[in-house]
């Protein structure tokens, strides 16, 4: 059966409970995507009550996205061999206690190991709760749960700032992981009797234990390469031999994928042009993103003084936008195809960013933030329609771990760049750096919409037709 085949009309009922699933997913997703904001305003008052130093609070959030990056495509594989159901509870029950662990740590060990874990149980949690969505609804209806998940990106990591700081200055840091807590069990209890009892079509598959280590191994590298590259230079020998060995590390992945029984990954899938048009769309739009928050936060924190609690009040617009965003993404994409929106989508965020680029005050950034993360908010809408819109059922599990895996380099990809063009005024209270980092982000949004013109598949959906997911 071919990779892009679709189905007839589907014949059989759709479960009723199909939209409380995805409630429920979607608020595990959101806290995944949280914790990657939350945590970095806490940050100096960890520092300050654990007595720890920056290059170990460095460790607190690159911990958890190194594992969440790297071993994303691990998960989606298992979801596909073992059935996403199990792969769900099982990253969901890991998430929630190593939450626990992380908020009652006393030294830096617990608390990075902590954190570890975090990132072990999301990149199982993730990939696996995309590929349950895409199972679950069909046709237009996809699209629109597909817009409600690609919100929650966006807004997750908007709305970690505002809770971050109402967290950190109410009951104190560590409630920003005991939240975690109740939550995520009534999830997993609610999941657990509502999630479909399934069986993998490839039970039988055995999971590719030196391809998972290799491409574990080779995605951490070169996160953790682009991570810092930003502090130690993008020619240092550092970052440019870690860059070589992540490299290497792949090129070893694909040599053992040719030759493995039962591969973590047919190569051939990244080929497709649905697939790679729909990865490039989510890298841009992540890397946006996470680049438009960094140079908003520090501008407003650093140079206009602002504390982190109304820091985070100001970017609640900016989370609103990306909601609205997604959501009209995902109510026209069936109908004018992923192009468009991808395309219209990345116009709109480099019109945004370009006013905090030439009007730098509080209001002028907000408002241009908030427009550029409406556009952004429908490109990660094109992204995820165009990636998973045309794999086969066996493989909605390992698209969206490769998606996912992508959406954790856009983010290193973005911190990485913008703290490098905008280093004298993140350094400093110079205003100039801020003005490049904004007119940069412009630039790559402008140039990635006259790409994504150029990529993106001109498909629109059929009317009433399944297409083959998990």
């Known amino acids: 059966m071919s990779a892009q085949a679709v189905d007839q009309p589907e014949t059989t009922a759709a479960d009723p409970r199909r939209w409380r699933m995805l409630a429920l997913l979607g608020i595990a997703q959101f806290m995944l995507i949280l914790d990657v904001t939350v945590v970095a305003i806490a940050l100096p008052h960890i520092g300050a009550d654990l007595g720890l130093q920056r290059d170990t609070l460095t460790w607190v959030v690159s911990a958890y996205t190194l594992m969440f990056g790297g071993l994303m495509l691990l998960g989606g594989r298992a979801a596909d061999l073992f059935g996403s159901r199990r792969v769900v509870l099982l990253g969901l029950l890991v998430f929630t206690v190593a939450s626990l662990v992380t908020g009652l740590a006393a030294g830096a060990a617990t608390l990075i190991g902590g954190r570890v874990a975090q990132g072990v149980g999301a990149a199982l949690l993730s990939p696996a709760a995309l590929s349950v969505v895409t199972r679950i609804f069909h046709g237009d209806e996809r699209n629109k749960a597909l ?43 609610v999941l657990a009797r509502m999630l479909p009892a399934e069986l993998s079509q490839r039970a039988r598959a055995r999971l590719d234990v030196p391809g998972a280590i ?46 493995a029984r039962s591969p973590l990954m047919d190569l051939r899938i990244l080929t497709r042009r649905s697939v790679a048009s729909g990865t490039f769309l989510i890298l841009v739009a992540t890397a946006l993103m996470i680049a438009v928050f960094f140079l908003g936060s520090f501008y407003l924190q650093h140079h206009r003084g602002y504390g982190p609690l109304r820091t985070g009040l100001l970017f609640l617009p900016v989370a609103v936008a990306t909601i609205i965003g997604a959501q009209v993404a995902g109510h026209v994409v069936g109908r004018l195809g992923a192009r468009p929106v991808a395309t219209t989508g990345l116009a709109i965020a480099a019109l945004g960013t370009v006013v905090p680029a030439i009007w730098a005050n509080s209001v002028p950034v907000v408002a241009g933030i908030s427009v550029g993360a409406a556009g952004i908010g429908a490109a990660f809408v094109a992204s995820s329609t165009t990636a998973l819109g045309q794999v086969a059922h066996h493989e909605a599990g390992l698209a969206s771990g490769l998606l996912s895996t992508f959406h954790e380099f856009g983010a290193a990809l973005g911190v990485a760049v913008v703290s490098s063009v905008a280093a004298a005024s993140i350094a400093g209270s110079s205003g100039v750096g801020f003005t490049r980092g904004f007119t940069f982000a412009a630039i790559v949004a402008a140039a990635s919409a006259v790409l994504a013109l150029l990529m993106v598949p001109a498909v629109k959906p059929p009317v009433g037709v399944r297409v083959h997911a998990h």
Do not use: E, H, K, M
């Open 147 to 189: 817009g409600i998940w690609s919100a929650l990106g966006g807004a997750g990591s908007a709305f970690g700032v505002l809770l971050g700081g109402v967290l950190t200055a109410g009951p104190g840091w560590q409630w920003v992981f005991y939240i975690n807590v109740p939550i995520g069990l009534v999830v997993l209890v």
């Open 214 to 259: 290799l491409v574990t191994a080779a995605t951490g590298t070169a996160i953790y390469a682009l991570t810092n590259a930003g502090d130690r230079g993008w020619l240092t020998t550092v970052t440019l031999g870690t860059l070589a060995g992540a490299v290497v590390l792949y090129l070893l992945f694909a040599v053992v994928q040719r030759r």
